[in-house]
């Protein structure tokens, strides 16, 4: 049973993690061990990944999702990471938050899929208090009709993990590497990624949004800062994360399908 | 009449064979945080109950039924089992596919290997969600449905039928005896979707 821990202020505990550029499997790899063998609360910041990484959903089909040829020729990594949701592109020009709860210490959110993601657009309309039209639009973060941020969860019994890439910034060529995918939202209309899409640095530094975000964590939960070395799993840890590279067989297996 | 009626909708809505029983009953209504909750007031065996589900920002509610069936057993992580002779069948319930949303994907163990109570099996995504299956009772994985990996739907349309998802050997038959009948269970979900 998950111990709870409640600090002075009657709220519970939840640890920062800020990190700046590390690699986003590492930070995939050490979110699912946090949620599945951790009984405390985190919010991981993650400012920059080192570089261009795709990342798909636990269902992603490469030969669906991405343009095979391109992504070989200029190895691009390729990720199935262990949460749902769609494909995305991500550099250093991305900013990642991660919130993992123990369903008890949100207890007014019930842990599924819709409630969880109300609860998180209810924390980011603080943060984007005063910035204009932002808004969660379907399972998105966007800025009128345009994305900005993308959300993906996993559920356990007890845990949750609703995690989101934004868009501080992105290299408009990056985004030719991936296909319109066959499930989009309504509101997307079809549209191309760059017009579907846009980056969070016209409306807020890097800086004043990771500050912006540890304030409005803080009006649900007591922070505490850790380091990112203290949250690491060690060697001899007995968890095998699921997030993934594909190989470059597996890509070309997907390539020959699509043809 | 109208139970009758509803009874109809219900089971032709979650593609239950002419087999299954709904049982029904008369019915009384509370108020709770909003919701508006249908449920037997002296019914030995339950059927099922209604809720509104929010459908948008806009604050249009339907009407939906959420069916719990005579005959299963319920674990509080909203699995169900039927236990039929050496075979015991597990799938999630009615009332979990419809707070997941449309599955697209399910996740299924191999046969030949083991399930453990109340943990872990598989998963299913919906929304943008990856969410745990647990299995209510111990034993060993004797069939899978293979169907959902081309119709992961059939989860959320024939949650108790088509939907299911394995089959097990108990290697604990009393666990059964642990988990909620259908009473007990349809009073569970209303606690639980009254807390919030």
């Known amino acids: 049973m998950a111990t709870r821990q409640v600090a002075r202020a009657g709220l519970p505990l939840m640890n920062i993690v800020r990190m700046k550029g590390v690699p986003i499997l590492q930070q995939l790899e050490v979110e699912e061990c ?11 910041i993650n400012d920059g990944t080192d570089k261009p990484n795709i990342v798909m959903g636990i269902s992603g089909k490469p030969a669906e999702l991405v343009e095979i040829s391109p992504v070989l020729e200029d190895k691009i990594p390729v990720i199935r990471r262990f949460t749902g949701g769609g494909t995305v592109i991500v550099d250093h020009g991305t900013i ?4 993992i709860c123990n369903k008890d210490d949100v207890a007014d959110v019930q842990p599924y899929p819709r409630p969880i993601m109300s609860w998180s657009s209810l924390l980011y309309s603080q943060v984007f208090q005063g910035v204009t039209n932002f808004r969660l639009r379907e399972n998105d973060y966007v800025f009128g009709h345009r994305k900005f941020g993308g959300n993906a969860q996993s559920i356990t019994k007890n845990r949750w993990i609703h995690h989101t890439s934004f868009l501080w910034d992105y290299e408009a060529r990056n985004m030719s590497y991936l296909r ?18 846009c980056p969070m640095k016209d409306y807020l530094s890097r800086s004043e949004f990771i500050t912006r975000t540890i304030d409005a964590a803080e009006s649900h939960f007591s922070v505490e800062s850790t380091e990112f070395e203290a949250v690491k799993p060690p060697s001899n840890m007995k968890f095998t994360p699921t997030s993934r590279l594909l190989t470059n067989q597996e890509l070309e297996a997907a390539g020959n399908t699509s043809i | 009449m109208a139970l009758r009626i509803w009874a109809s909708s219900t089971a032709n809505a979650l593609r239950l064979s002419s087999a299954t029983r709904l049982h029904f009953s008369p019915l009384s209504r509370c108020f709770s945080s909003g919701n508006l909750h249908s449920y037997p007031s002296n019914s030995p065996s339950l059927c099922s109950f209604l809720k509104f589900r929010r459908q948008n920002r806009n604050l249009t509610y339907a009407l939906v039924s959420i069916a719990v069936l005579d005959g299963l057993k319920y674990a509080n992580s909203h699995e169900w089992v039927k236990h039929e002779g ?8 009615d009332h979990a596919q419809d707070h997941l949303g449309e599955v697209v994907f399910v996740e299924l163990p191999d046969i030949g290997g083991s399930v453990t109570k109340a943990n872990g099996f598989g998963a299913v995504e919906s929304v943008k969600a990856t969410s745990d299956v647990n299995s209510p009772i111990s034993g060993e994985i004797v069939e899978v449905n293979t169907n959902l990996k081309e119709t992961p739907g059939l989860i959320n349309s024939s949650p108790y039928e088509a939907g299911w998802m394995i089959k097990v050997k108990p290697s604990n038959p009393s666990e ?14 209303e606690e639980e979707d009254g807390a919030h």
Request: hydrophobic share 40%.
């Open chain 2, 86 to 93: 050496s075979v015991a069948t597990i799938g999630i319930t």
């Open chain 1, 34 to 44: 946090l949620l599945r063998t951790s009984s405390e609360n985190w919010c991981i």
């Open chain 2, 176 to 189: 059964l005896e642990a988990l909620m009948g259908p009473k007990e269970y349809t009073k569970f979900c």
């Open chain 1, 180 to 197: 319109l995918p066959k499930r989009a939202p309504e509101y997307r209309l079809a549209r191309d990624h760059l017009d579907f899409i």
């Open chain 1, 96 to 99: 990642f938050v991660s919130f």
